[in-house]
């Protein structure tokens, strides 16, 4: 499994709109092959900026990959442009390979095959 995120520091002003934005999208993301699950998460409000993190769940770094690459990527992303002015600067992007996960209620995750023979 691998997570994505991107760190957005917007305006306080504008973070009524940048909710909006994100919100009122088309994401594509439920077309994309190893696509799992997406958040968009708001954190603490500092004097200056707001902090949102957008975190999306995939099933192998390659098909977060691949979604990079993909029709589907440039078109969720053809309004991006528009929103840098609600930012502080350009979003910090961060990626990680899952080590271990806990589900609630001993639910089955979302290891690969190849994962899970690592944790045994």
Do not use: C, Y
Request: charge should be negative; hydrophobic fraction near 45%.
């Amino acid at each position: 499994m691998f997570i994505a995120t991107n760190r957005f520091k917007i305006n306080p002003e504008q973070q009524n709109a940048f909710r909006e934005r994100w919100l009122t999208r088309e994401t594509h993301l439920e077309t994309v092959p190893g696509f799992v699950a997406f958040h968009l998460l708001e954190g603490p409000s500092k004097d200056d900026h707001v902090l949102f993190v957008s975190h999306t769940i995939w099933q192998a770094r390659e098909d977060f990959e691949a979604w990079t690459r993909s029709e589907q990527f440039r078109a969720a992303h053809a309004q991006a442009a528009a929103g840098q002015s609600m930012a502080l600067a350009r979003p910090e992007f961060e990626g990680f390979s899952v080590v271990q996960e806990l589900v609630m209620g001993g639910a089955p995750g979302f290891l690969t095959s190849a994962a899970a023979t690592q944790a045994a």
